[in-house]
């Protein structure tokens, strides 16, 4: 299979590059195929084929069984889409979980002609075959999110889009009969959306909405973060707070790890800003980092966790390599990084596949496709393995990650995200039917770094 290309764009160069015949089949007749990512800062030249689809081997048992197969349980082959986001929750509220893909718009080749979000509702042991939720609407979408927005009880679908058109974030708002197909609250904000995270910033009660953000070409790149503060259920389509930097930023997360009992904002930044935490001061968040890296990389991707278990977050960031600051009484220090020859993180997660208490850190990377899991040890110290754990090798090009029971088990089951067909893939977890057949959480202490 051909090697694929990753070259570093930003958006007015990736629109330049498909009036190449290289894409178009030329010289060797070949059809050239050609992905940029959602938020047009990178794009990659694939094989002109795509392998075959691998049956999801025989599971295994014992220790050192990994807790994911060596290809997904399921997928939605023939379905052809790129995916932006993925969120997992109940939407019904009917005990399962569902789980909502975002797709977003390019400039690839072949082109890609859907670009709605849509919704594969749990059957109750296993998402639907095909999606029977579609939104009315195509704004490109680069993040999804589920959270209680308007103050009832049914969950409402965030949209963070954006493009090149800069489209408006969106508010598919819940009801008894589930997500409304239609928006009925667009950002005024002008601005390409990387990320769009719900939090009750202000401990008010109710959720408000944080944006990372980029601006459309060379000549207009950068944008503030904004935060939408929401009151009473009812969201501002302006935003209410903005960062002092403009800048192109793509994750975030919340958690209090200075220890005064409010969550601050970790955000990663792309080339030439730094990565940096912006301090949440008893409901107000400041203008201006209190934390950076000190480095201008090209990250993307940050989460919160307690690695080592000693009550104080930890910082992952989606870097050149993956690291993890280390947190003590609110003193970060870069105390782990992950081995591998290429770095170009889409999405990255935290999640206790294997339930011992501790985090597991999943990510995803754009041009190779590849999917790593990193086990924590919590017994030795809180240490994640450097090399993967468990890792999948897309066929597509790489774009996120969610995890979720999704088959019922009480086992959280990993979901993968491509630009590309299948665009989704399931991995059931693996581990559960050790413990049906008696096993022990303290029987698995032995992982193997290669994929059963």
């Known amino acids: 299979m051909k090697p694929r290309a990753r070259i570093l764009v930003f958006p007015a160069l990736a629109l330049a590059l498909l009036d190449s015949p290289t894409f178009a089949g030329a010289g060797d007749g070949a059809v050239r195929r050609l992905e940029i990512s959602d938020d047009g800062l990178e794009q990659v030249e694939m094989p002109a084929e795509m392998p075959a689809v691998v049956a999801p081997g025989p599971p295994v048992s014992g220790a050192g069984v990994l807790p994911f197969g060596a290809a997904p ?153 904004y935060l939408f503060l929401n009151d009473a259920g009812t969201l501002p389509t302006t935003p209410t707070w903005q960062s002092a930097e403009i800048s192109i930023q793509n994750f975030l997360d919340f958690a209090d790890y200075d220890g005064d009992g409010w969550e601050d904002l970790a955000v990663s930044k792309w080339a030439n800003f730094e990565t940096a935490i912006y301090a949440n001061v008893e409901g107000d968040l400041a203008t201006v980092p209190v934390w950076t890296t000190g480095d201008t990389d090209t990250d993307r991707g940050v989460g919160w966790a307690d690695v080592d278990g000693n009550g104080d977050p930890d910082l992952a960031l989606g870097a050149d390599p993956t690291r993890i600051y280390t947190n003590v009484d609110g003193t970060l220090t870069a105390t782990w990084s992950a081995d591998g020859a290429f770095f170009g993180h889409q999405d990255l997660r935290w999640a206790d596949v294997d339930l011992d208490g501790d985090p597991d850190l999943a990510e995803i990377h754009f041009s190779n496709g590849k999917v790593n899991l990193y086990i924590n040890h919590l017994d030795s110290g809180g240490t994640l393995e450097t090399v993967p754990s468990w890792s999948y090798d897309s066929a597509g090009a790489g774009t996120a990650v969610a995890f979720g029971d999704l088959d019922g088990d009480g086992w959280p089951d990993l979901v993968v995200g491509n630009s590309g067909d299948p665009s989704v893939m399931v991995f059931y977890n693996r581990l559960a039917l050790l413990f049906a057949d008696g096993f022990e959480s303290g029987d698995l202490t032995a992982w193997s770094s290669s994929v059963p």
Not at 210 to 219: E, I, K, R
Request: net charge negative.
């Open 73 to 225: 349980d399921w997928d939605n082959t023939g379905f052809r889409v790129q995916v932006g986001g993925l969120a997992i929750a109940d939407l019904e509220l009917d005990g399962d979980l569902d789980l909502v893909v975002g797709c977003y718009q390019s400039q690839s080749f072949p082109p890609y002609d859907d670009w709605r979000n849509f919704i594969y509702f749990n059957t109750g042991s296993e998402l639907e075959a095909s999606p029977s939720w579609a939104s009315t609407d195509a704004r490109s979408t680069g993040d999804i999110h589920v959270a209680l927005i308007d103050g009832d009880v049914w969950p409402d679908v965030i949209a963070g889009n954006g493009g090149f058109s800069m489209a408006p974030s969106a508010i598919y708002f819940g009801s008894p009969t589930g997500p409304a197909t239609t928006p009925a609250w667009l950002s005024t904000d002008n601005a390409w959306t990387n990320f769009a995270l719900p939090f009750d910033v202000d401990h008010d009660g109710d959720v408000d909405l944080v944006t990372a953000n980029q601006g459309n070409s060379s000549q207009d790149p950068y944008r503030p973060m």
